[in-house]
């Protein structure tokens, strides 16, 4: 199959603007995506090192004690649309920054939620189609060579589409958004250099929907998570305010020991993470080692809300 023309993809994107989500069949609104980005040019790269990803966990009130309740949910638990994922298949979304992560989760005044620390095992393949700048870098390859011709016009769209807000009771509008997200996260042939496995999977860097600057998203289907990335450290919070992109919380209790894939709760809300961010500078992750083990660095100053509302934007 040849690729369209532009005037066809226009007329594609034309009838998927134009249809009614409550009514549209998801495989139909799948095929069209298919079909209009056949030639589309992407990149996929990895993650930098020591790349830190934040999830937010709720439980309905009760504490989590393993590992598996922060990781994405089971499949029969996946029963609608989100901005990733169709019903049945469990993506695990994390943010890049604490905030982000408690933001994007729309967390509420009263909650008690998990807010979950991850690293990857090893540097990860990540699609950057909406990293205009990552997504014309191919270390040796000029990408004007191999760029399709209407790819302008996809990308315009795929962006748009993707980064729209939508409320919570319009989940079906979902259906555009988890179709295009399936799309540029599966069916890629295994690859070596990027660790691209033989599920074909790669995760999928996106903005924060939600304007927050130096914040973006990722998304990764439940198994490539749990295969490849580690947890470094849980905080039990109660959220306290929310002023639009500006929450404030109370931490409850901590955890940085997950032997036998169990959360073991300290007890103790200190054990906090040091900060990353010195200056507007990004730093690597610190470890120390106990003499068995590495383990993450923790902060060894007062924690006050100042430091709180620091470590949540870092």
Not at 33 to 43: F, Q
Not at 110 to 121: F, H, M, N, P
Not at 249 to 278: E, H, K, M, R
Request: hydrophobic share 40%; charged share 25%.
């Amino acid at each position: 199959m040849s690729p369209l023309s532009r005037v066809l993809i226009r007329q594609e994107i034309t009838k998927l603007n134009r249809l009614d989500p409550n009514r549209a069949l998801y495989s139909a609104i799948s095929a069209t995506y298919e079909k209009i980005t056949e030639g589309l040019a992407v990149v996929v790269g990895k993650t930098g090192d020591g790349e830190l990803f934040h999830r937010v966990r709720r439980t309905g009130g009760n504490k989590p004690n393993l590992i598996t309740e922060l990781q994405a949910p089971p499949v029969e638990f996946v029963q609608g649309f989100q901005r990733c994922n169709p019903p049945g298949i469990p993506m695990f979304y994390v943010a890049s920054r604490r905030i982000g992560a408690l933001v994007e989760a729309r967390v509420e005044v009263g909650e008690i939620v998990y807010l979950s620390q991850w690293i990857g095992r090893d540097e990860i393949p990540v699609n950057r189609i909406f990293d205009d700048e990552e997504n014309k870098k191919v270390p040796g390859v000029d990408t004007s060579t191999i760029s399709g011709p209407n790819d302008d016009i996809i990308l315009t769209y795929l962006d748009t589409q993707f980064t729209k807000r939508i409320h919570s009771t319009f989940a079906n509008d979902y259906k555009f958004t988890s179709a295009i997200a399936q799309n540029l996260t599966s069916k890629f042939p295994p690859n070596k250099f990027h660790d691209v496995r033989d599920d074909g999977y790669v995760a999928l860097k996106y903005p924060c929907v939600l304007g927050l600057e130096n914040c973006h998203n990722t998304a990764m289907h439940a198994s490539f998570a749990t295969e490849r990335l580690d947890l470094l450290h849980v905080m039990e919070l109660e959220i306290i305010e929310v002023q639009g992109n500006e929450v404030s919380v109370q931490v409850l209790d901590t955890a940085i020991d997950f032997s036998g894939g169990t959360i073991n709760w300290s007890g103790n809300p200190n054990l906090i993470p040091s900060l990353l961010g010195v200056d507007g500078e990004r730093k690597g992750v610190l470890f120390i080692f106990d003499g068995q083990k590495w383990n993450l660095h923790l902060h060894d100053g007062p924690i006050t809300p100042e430091y709180i509302k620091l470590l949540l934007l870092d």
